[in-house]
């Protein structure tokens, strides 16, 4: 593969993405730093969605280096890089709360799917981690200040809300783990979903949660009734495609809000850890707000949206 040939798609504190033209087609390379993930875990990740793929899911299936081998490993020192290869999408990302209703019913199939299979599922290697394993719950009283101690403090109640639901083979398997618009692709009116980085193992509830998180604007950007139309626009018709292809007992529904919590307790930790402080008063608007609403959410424990679910 000619490096000149490549185009730089991503570049962040976890991983590298790049474009170029593999066995005459176009082609995403994955490269991976040992800090963020070691190689059994992204050939686990791999066996996941190829098992999928094979399954019939509209995924970015794995690819094979001519030694027919899913992964490279890069030694440097005393860390490496594991490169990776996957089919490339002509999709274009998800267009929050624009996209049409069959479009949010189609997603609700697919995550359907994956759930369901997830439930057959008998890896071969080794196992994803845990939701706790996540690394920005696992950072998260290292980055976020002590000042904060309301949101430590929701989080410590999160954690333990969490740990004592019912863990089950129809509620709780391998999941995607980070189901937002730019992980969900609109070929066409249909749906491809890609980069399973961060699946995990969880509650199927936490997959239905997250989208709903992303596809709700922010009050900054539209607030009120709307914004709550907006939520159950999605909510209605992601539930209806979800349960042509995969039955979850309602009442894991009413679960929703916790993991929503966890997500904006996530992404707080995030911003904390990635995001330059120093220079705050540059930070786009959206990022200012997103925050301080997060936070006051976590501090007040005021419902992300106004939902019955």
Same mark, same amino acid.
């Given at each position: @593969?000619?490096?000149?040939?490549?185009?730089?798609? #991503?570049?962040?504190?976890?991983?590298?993405?790049?474009?170029?033209?593999?066995?005459?087609?176009?082609?995403?390379?994955?490269?991976?730093?040992? $800090?963020?993930?070691?190689?059994?875990?992204?050939?686990?990740?791999?066996?996941?969605?190829?098992?999928? *793929?094979?399954?019939?899911?509209?995924?970015?299936?794995?690819?094979?280096? /001519?030694?027919?081998?899913?992964?490279?490993?890069?030694?440097?020192?005393?860390?490496?890089?594991?490169?990776?290869?996957? %089919?490339?999408?002509?999709?274009?990302?998800?267009?929050?709360?624009?996209?049409?209703?069959?479009?949010?019913?189609?997603?609700? %199939?697919?995550?359907?799917?994956?759930?369901?299979?997830?439930?057959?599922?008998?890896?071969?290697?080794?196992?994803?981690?845990?939701?706790?394993?996540?690394? *920005?719950?696992?950072? =998260? #009283?290292?980055?976020? /200040?002590? $000042?904060?101690?309301?949101?430590?403090?929701?989080?410590?109640?999160?954690?333990?809300?969490? %740990?004592?639901?019912?863990?089950?083979?129809?509620?709780?398997?391998?999941?995607?783990?980070?189901?937002?618009?730019?992980?969900?692709?609109?070929?066409?009116?249909?749906?491809?979903?890609?980069?399973? +980085?961060?699946?995990?193992?969880?509650?199927?509830?936490?997959?239905?949660? @997250?989208?709903? =998180?992303?596809?709700?604007?922010?009050?900054?950007?539209? +607030?009120?009734?709307?914004?709550?139309?907006?939520?159950?626009?999605?909510?209605?018709?992601? @539930?209806?495609?979800?349960?042509?292809?995969?039955?979850?007992?309602?009442?894991?529904?009413?679960?929703? /809000?916790?993991?929503?919590?966890?997500?904006?307790?996530?992404?707080?930790?995030?911003?904390?850890? $990635?995001?330059?402080?120093?220079?705050?008063?540059?930070?786009?608007?959206?990022?200012?707000? *997103?925050?301080?609403?997060?936070?006051?959410?976590?501090?007040?424990?005021? /419902?992300?949206?106004?939902? %019955?679910?």
């Amino acid at each position: @593969m000619d490096p000149e040939s490549l185009t730089l798609l #991503k570049s962040g504190y976890e991983s590298c993405v790049l474009r170029g033209p593999y066995k005459n087609k176009e082609t995403i390379i994955k490269v991976t730093h040992s $800090s963020h993930r070691e190689k059994a875990l992204i050939e686990s990740e791999l066996e996941f969605v190829r098992y999928l *793929a094979e399954s019939g899911v509209p995924v970015a299936n794995a690819l094979q280096f /001519p030694n027919g081998s899913y992964t490279e490993l890069i030694e440097v020192d005393d860390s490496s890089f594991t490169v990776s290869l996957f %089919e490339y999408s002509h999709g274009l990302r998800a267009k929050i709360a624009e996209e049409k209703s069959e479009f949010y019913q189609c997603l609700g %199939e697919v995550v359907g799917r994956v759930h369901a299979l997830s439930q057959k599922y008998k890896p071969l290697h080794n196992k994803r981690d845990e939701w706790k394993e996540n690394h *920005a719950l696992r950072q =998260f #009283k290292q980055v976020v /200040p002590d $000042s904060l101690s309301k949101v430590h403090e929701r989080l410590d109640r999160l954690l333990v809300s969490i %740990e004592e639901l019912r863990k089950s083979n129809d509620s709780y398997g391998l999941i995607h783990g980070d189901i937002y618009p730019g992980n969900y692709l609109n070929e066409n009116g249909q749906v491809r979903l890609i980069d399973f +980085d961060r699946c995990e193992t969880s509650w199927f509830v936490s997959d239905i949660a @997250m989208p709903l =998180f992303y596809e709700t604007p922010i009050p900054w950007v539209v +607030d009120g009734e709307r914004r709550r139309q907006i939520a159950l626009r999605f909510f209605n018709n992601f @539930m209806e495609g979800y349960y042509k292809t995969n039955y979850l007992d309602p009442a894991w529904l009413k679960k929703i /809000p916790l993991f929503i919590d966890l997500r904006q307790a996530v992404v707080v930790s995030t911003i904390f850890r $990635s995001y330059d402080f120093s220079n705050y008063d540059s930070w786009p608007q959206w990022d200012k707000e *997103a925050l301080k609403f997060y936070i006051t959410n976590l501090e007040t424990n005021t /419902p992300y949206i106004d939902i %019955e679910f």
